[in-house]
């Protein structure tokens, strides 16, 4: 019991170095959060709906597909050409910045986390590397180490990212008359740093080719 409490503890930890760290998702919740305060869970749950299928596909053996030079450019190519045109879409729509109907805000974001999680190279990596190896001794520990893991991981996701649009969506409407111009500023800068991620991708994956 006492190893399953260690290892938890520091799945947590790794788990929240890469959650937190800044990327696509993290634009891309604060962009949404101004419009909805739910849409940090709704993107982890589109991401769930990406990462829980991946950690039983790789425990069966996928990783070796992730690993291929070849697979990592098509999705380098292909998430950079998402995240360019998501960039490009958010800039310019900022003169028709405004508040969205939370249905709308809630399967929008959904799509969001599904689209930036499959289409995200350095997602994929991670998990078929330093998730692998997570998931692989928490197999060790047994299943239900294994379920706990998975669980617990995605926690963080929802935790984290819940807390970015949460803080955006209070920012934005304690804002008063400067909402939104406070919002427009928050989207021009999200919008910016996907356009920053796409070219990253992009060239990450070309410099991967000519390799």
């Known amino acids: 019991m006492n190893e399953l409490a260690t290892f938890l503890v520091s799945a947590v930890l790794i788990s929240l170095s890469g959650v937190m ?3 696509a998702i993290t634009a891309a919740t604060v962009a949404q959060g101004t419009r909805s305060r739910w849409a ?18 790789l425990m069966l053996g996928l990783h070796f597909f992730f690993e ?11 998430g950079g050409c998402f995240l360019l045109w998501m960039g490009y879409n958010m800039i310019r729509q900022i003169r028709q910045a405004q508040t969205e ?17 499959a289409t995200n190279p350095y997602f ?23 379920i706990l ?10 935790v984290w990212l819940s807390i970015l649009s949460i803080a955006a969506y209070v920012t934005h409407k304690g804002a008063g008359l400067f909402g939104q111009k406070l919002q427009r ?8 740093a996907l356009l920053i991620f796409g ?6 994956a070309l410099k991967l080719w000519i390799s």
């Open 199 to 204: 070219v990253k991708f992009i060239f990450d």
């Open 40 to 57: 940090g869970l709704l993107i982890s749950i589109g991401h769930g709906i990406v990462e829980m299928p991946l950690i039983a596909l």
């Open 149 to 158: 893991f998975a669980i617990i991981h995605w926690l963080c996701d929802v």
């Open 21 to 23: 760290a800044p990327g």
């Open 124 to 146: 994929l990596l991670w998990w078929a590397v330093v998730g692998l190896k997570l998931a692989m001794d928490a197999k060790a520990l047994g299943i239900l180490a294994l």
């Open 101 to 117: 109907e939370s249905t709308n805000a809630g399967t929008n974001s959904i799509v969001t986390g599904i689209l930036l999680s």
């Open 185 to 192: 500023g928050i989207l021009l800068f999200c919008g910016i």
């Open 68 to 78: 291929k030079s070849s697979v990592q450019i098509a999705i380098g190519v292909l």
